[in-house]
């Protein structure tokens, strides 16, 4: 699978691998609880990964055994709540995905659900307190969602710059006459001119200085 950088450099994205409409980063040398994994995710504009189907559960096995770390266990995005199990955008886990007899909540404090290397292609319930391996995923649309955020940012900053009158002579802002004393006003308000113009529906007023 090839890396998300073309789409995502120079953001905390950077190092994750593209798959199909998501990317994706394998953190197996960070063993966290549940909430830690959560929160590293989240730090990175990603969420726990979410297993939608058998496909997937496959491709996370597959992500695994290719690090040929030997037997480990791998957070999800599913943690079970008063109303059961839910992935982190909200959504119902599939009963289709759990393993024969699971989720058990095992003496009762099982209530985060892992790819467990003993099972196949299944979920499985466990403490949320353990220490493993998880996977965090970001959907390509909201790669490119941050990217135009970011390139509106830098040309809305770009357009004030260049908006901002100035004395091309000396190459400086030209000073309002609000910061002036009044006696700094009389003496250069005969080379003053107003200009007005609309910034939304709120009228701007900008002073130059004309000699």
Known sequence: MSKCDAQITGTSLREYQKADTFCYKFYYNNRSTWNQADARCKQDGALLIKLESF??????KSIIQTKELGPIDVW?????????????DGTRVSSDLWSEGEPNDQNGDEDCAEVDHMTDTYLNDAPCDFKQAFICQASVSSVVVGLLAVALVVYICVMRRKQRPQ??????IVT?????????YDTISPQLQ??????????????????
């Open 55 to 60: 496909t997937m559960l496959r491709n996370v």
């Open 76 to 88: 999800v995005g599913a943690r079970n709540y008063s109303s059961g199990y839910v992935w982190t």
């Open 167 to 172: 004395d091309t002579e000396n190459n400086t």
């Open 176 to 184: 309002s006459p609000s910061s002036l004393r009044s006696d700094e």
């Open 194 to 211: 107003e200009t007005h113009d609309y910034e939304g529906l709120q009228m701007k007023t900008r002073t130059y200085y004309n000699d």
